[in-house]
């Protein structure tokens, strides 16, 4: 199995990088498991890891329908915080904080997580005392933030206008310097081999068209590679939760799935070493590596399953990264894709046993499920394998929407685009 060493850089080197052996196996599927996980994204893919590291449980299988890491894992603007308000949030997201800053070490693998600070931009004096109020509740509970002044940005900021005269004048700002932006593909990668060395079957081109049932009971599912039963299903499918589900007889699931799309311009010489989030709409950017300026924005307006978005969004992201950097004006797009989000009507996610019995269920994860990789997996790991929650997954159950106990971290109700 590949090693990333040094020597073995230069070995494959000097034969031509003709000798590498893949990072995981393909197995053929076994009849039947401990644990199904279907979905190879970044959270299907930690939870096989950690049930296999954390809890001795090593006979399970990833189903993915394509290939491992072509979902939102892998089309995402990669950017990590823990920036939440309520203290559910602030708990589960600082414990994946902690993760994100051992886990190339961990992993044994380079997921390039780089703590370069997300800075959220105010435009008035009231977003200003609402985000002071955010950063305490954020040191609070043991996560970093300050708030910065415009000249402060300025100088951290290159190309930001904060002249009085910008389109929407700028009153400060919060930086959490701990959160920063990972390598996507490296994270799934990193987690699919880790699963792989300890046992996990990674069931490429395998799609779960049905599940089995004995009773209420889920006691496997039917694929594309045929049947594979199992103890436990845990669905891990972000934006096809809503179909998965029904699948199972799930007919209504509080979710909404709808496009994100993301953008890379032109490589331009590195000048911003932060991610930026604008105050007075939806849109963020950060600088890759390569050198390309990373924008995001708001969601499509409508459902849908398609993997591309529409041009009212494209205007929208370039109009508010142009409200922030007039000076970016000539630097060319060069590509632009979409995923297809799990937007819960809270905003917050869902990690539980459940809804049917032998069934485990992980979704909702809107703009942000990225930065949750970690801990989802964890955490979900955890769930399947006592068969209850962990205390930092507890809040996050499928029934507090029957019971009105809503995670609203932005206090914007049942309005999957606001949070
Ligand atoms: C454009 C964009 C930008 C984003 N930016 C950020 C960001 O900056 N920071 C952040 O934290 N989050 C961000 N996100 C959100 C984040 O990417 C997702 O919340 C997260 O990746 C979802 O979890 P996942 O990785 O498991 O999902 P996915 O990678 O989508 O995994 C789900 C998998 O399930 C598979 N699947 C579906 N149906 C079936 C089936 N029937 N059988 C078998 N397999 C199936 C899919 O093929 C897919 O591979 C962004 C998302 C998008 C689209």
Same mark, same amino acid.
């Given at each position: ?17 003709? /000798? ?7 197995? /053929?599927?076994?009849?039947?498991? /401990? ?19 954390? $809890? ?56 390039? +997580? ?20 955010? @950063? ?35 009153y400060g700002g919060l930086m959490q310097e701990r959160a920063g932006t990972a390598r996507h593909d ?23 068209? @049905? +599940? ?22 845990a669905v891990a499918v972000a934006g096809s939760t809503g179909h998965v589900m029904r699948m199972a ?8 799935? $709808? ?31 390569? @050198? ?45 894709? @979409? ?50 929650? $962990? ?9 507090? +929407? ?16 606001? $949070?």
């Amino acid at each position: 199995m590949a090693e990333y060493s040094a020597l073995s850089l230069l070995k494959n080197a000097f034969s031509g990088n003709r /000798d590498w052996k893949p990072a995981w196996r393909k197995p /053929d599927p076994k009849p039947s498991y /401990d644990v199904i996980i279907v979905g190879g994204g970044g959270h299907g893919l930690s939870t096989a890891y950690y049930l296999a590291k954390e $809890h001795g449980i090593t006979n399970v299988a990833v189903l993915e329908k394509g290939w491992l890491g072509s979902g939102n894992v892998g089309r995402n603007t990669t950017a990590v915080r823990s920036n939440y308000l309520l203290p559910q949030n602030i708990r589960f997201y600082e414990h994946s904080m902690k993760m994100w800053e051992n886990l190339s070490h961990d992993l044994n693998y380079n997921v390039m +997580f780089s703590q370069r600070g997300v800075l959220n931009i105010a435009h008035t004096p009231a977003q200003l005392d609402d985000f002071a109020r955010r @950063g305490n509740a954020m040191r609070h509970l043991g996560a970093d933030a300050h708030l910065m002044t415009p000249a402060e940005m300025a100088r951290r900021v290159p190309g930001l206008d904060v002249s009085k005269s910008a389109r929407f004048p700028i009153y400060g700002g919060l930086m959490q310097e701990r959160a920063g932006t990972a390598r996507h593909d490296a994270v799934a990668w990193g987690y699919a081999r880790g699963a792989d060395r300890r046992g996990v079957d990674l069931l490429e081109n395998c799609e779960v068209q @049905g +599940f089995i049932k004995d009773g209420d009971r889920v006691v496997g599912v039917n694929t594309s590679r045929g049947e594979i039963r199992a103890k436990k299903v845990a669905v891990a499918v972000a934006g096809s939760t809503g179909h998965v589900m029904r699948m199972a007889g799930v007919e209504r699931m509080p979710i909404e799935s $709808h496009t994100l799309q993301a953008f890379v311009s032109e490589s331009l010489k590195p000048f911003l070493d932060t991610v930026v989030t604008f105050g007075m709409g939806h849109f963020y950017m950060s600088q890759s590596d390569k @050198g390309g300026l990373v924008y995001g924005g708001d969601i499509e307006g409508y459902n849908s399953y398609a993997q591309r978005g529409n041009l009212p969004i494209v205007e929208e992201v370039m109009s508010e990264m142009l409200a922030l950097f007039p000076s970016l004006a000539p630097v060319r797009v060069l590509r632009s894709w @979409g995923g297809v989000c799990d937007m819960s009507m809270d905003g917050s996610p869902i990690i539980t046993t459940g809804p049917l019995p032998g069934m485990y269920l992980n979704c909702g994860w809107c703009y942000g499920g990225f930065k949750a990789t970690p801990a989802s997996g964890w955490c979900f790991a955890h769930t399947i394998a006592k068969d209850q929650p $962990h205390h930092f997954n507890a809040p996050f159950t499928l029934d507090r +929407f029957h019971r009105g106990a809503v995670i609203d971290d932005k206090g914007q109700g049942a309005t999957p685009r606001l $949070h």
